[in-house]
């Protein structure tokens, strides 16, 4: 059987990490198209501005008689319609992560990041810190990095950074996605307990982390978090690639701390100081920083032009991105979704000069439906001002329930509307209202804001 070899049919195109690989796919010459179920910006439009075709839903007609190598996204499983298509008709399929490894990472000099939390932080810190020092690298990060505009590009040099996550690759592949990388230079963050839906617990993740750290070779480096101890005992199951710690304490090789005025990064075997100011707020980000600065010191990039070009950097979207703002009450939008990550936030817009910070939270991710979370959540709020949380449709577990100890009492709504109401009937002008959630969240970020806007002009009119 032949086969459309220069086109590439994309099933989950509108994830983050598909998405990147059609754009990749596209920059390197293939015809690509893409199927998904929900499709809206900013990726469609980001898609389709790179002359991307996109079908809504999964019809086997939009495959038409040779789509090429049909890439299937993880999120699809048997029985969807158009994956049925693809095996009946017995054209060749790959899933994201080995179509990457094939016609992208292949010869190129891969710097992974991963951990549980930052990996999208610390990939976008780690591209601009290259491409500030001249290397043109490609990047498959799961955001959209200020600098670049766009979650992926194939760069111009030998270096490429992409966000190493450990969720399963396929229905017929069942391995972390990041095993398929092929690091020259590994990131480890951090590593807790998620993604309940297919690890039963840590242990499980922290096999699927040794998978990967097997496959970086003993004239690589790995980059990891001196201060997380699932990362250390990961890494006690053996490791055959040097190994540069960072972190607060003693076993870090190179210590973290707060300065009056930013930071400093301390070489642990001669002392020897550099300070640096983190250019986002908070001490997590701080830390992703400084790994960020490691491993582009492995591809060779001294650290004080990695320090320099930290100034430089302009932000992640959905990382506390300012949505708006009106009558001085601002909406600011975060991807955090898990407690570590809600609290870590909340922290760091505390950190950052203003009212009181008004935390709208959508528990939606897998692990936070199976409830895995649930009693965590309240004390991850615990730091903000004012709480507003989302019963959504088919939770099994009681939200109002699990955040009942928190004062004042928390507002749980099962809609997104009397959600935003209660909200906007709490801001007043200087509140920060931080809505946290891995997805779209119903568009509460435009609710809210229009919702602010005619309340204040009613105010105004009055």
Not at 39 to 56: F, K, N, T, V
Not at 129 to 135: K, R, S, T
Not at 175 to 185: I, Q
Not at 218 to 243: F, H, K, S, Y
Request: hydrophobic share 45%.
């Amino acid at each position: 059987m032949t086969t459309n070899s220069d086109s590439v049919h994309i099933l989950g195109v509108c994830g983050t990490f598909m998405g990147g690989v059609a754009l990749l796919a596209r920059e390197a010459g293939f015809r690509v198209s893409g199927s998904d179920t929900g499709i809206y910006p900013p990726m469609s439009d980001m898609l389709r501005g790179q002359g991307i075709a996109l079908h809504e839903g999964y019809d086997p007609e939009a495959l038409g008689d040779d789509p090429g190598t049909v890439v299937i996204g993880n999120a699809l499983s048997r029985g969807n319609p158009a994956v049925e298509q693809v095996l009946r008709r017995r054209w060749p399929y790959a899933s994201g992560p080995a179509w990457l490894a094939e016609h992208v990472l292949r010869d190129r000099w891969v710097l992974a990041v991963s951990g549980t939390h930052g990996k999208t932080t610390t990939a976008s810190l780690l591209a601009w810190i290259l491409d500030y020092a001249g290397l043109e690298p490609g990047f498959l990060i799961g955001g959209i990095p200020g600098n670049f505009g766009v979650s992926a590009r194939l760069g111009g040099g030998d270096f490429f950074v992409i966000e190493a996550d450990e969720y399963d690759t396929a229905f017929f592949d069942k391995r972390s996605k990041f095993v398929h990388f092929h690091p020259d230079t590994l990131i480890v963050n951090n590593i807790e307990f998620d993604h309940a839906d297919i690890f039963p617990d840590l242990a499980a993740i922290q096999r699927q982390f040794h998978h990967l750290v097997r496959t970086v070779p003993d004239d690589g480096q790995i980059i990891a978090n001196a201060d997380d101890r699932a990362v250390a005992e990961t890494l006690a199951m053996g490791c055959w690639t040097p190994v540069t710690r960072f972190g607060e304490t003693a076993a870090a090789d190179w210590r973290v701390a707060a300065e009056a005025d930013g930071y400093s990064l301390t070489r642990t075997a001669d002392g020897s100081r550099q300070a640096f100011a983190s250019p986002l707020a908070g001490s997590h980000n701080a830390r992703n920083a400084v790994a960020a600065l490691l491993a582009a010191r492995h591809a060779g990039v001294p650290l004080a032009t990695g320090i320099q070009a930290l100034a430089a950097f302009q932000g992640v979207k959905r990382r506390l991105e300012l949505r708006g703002e009106v009558d001085g009450i601002s909406v600011i939008d975060d991807f955090a979704h898990h407690p570590t990550a809600i609290a870590a936030t909340i922290a760091a817009l505390r950190g950052r000069p203003g009212g009181r910070i008004l935390a709208v939270v959508e528990p939606r991710s897998n692990t936070m439906r199976l409830g895995v979370h649930r009693d965590t959540l309240a004390g991850s709020l615990a730091e903000a001002d004012r709480r507003f949380l989302l019963q959504p449709a088919g939770l099994e577990w009681d939200v109002a329930e699990a955040v009942s100890a928190l004062r004042p009492p928390a507002f749980v709504a099962d809609d997104v509307d009397r959600l935003c109401d209660a909200v906007v009937s709490e801001a007043r002008p200087g509140d920060r209202i931080l809505v946290m959630s891995n997805g779209a969240f119903g568009g509460i970020h435009e609710k809210l804001l229009s919702r602010l806007q005619a309340e204040h002009r009613g105010e105004a009119a009055q």
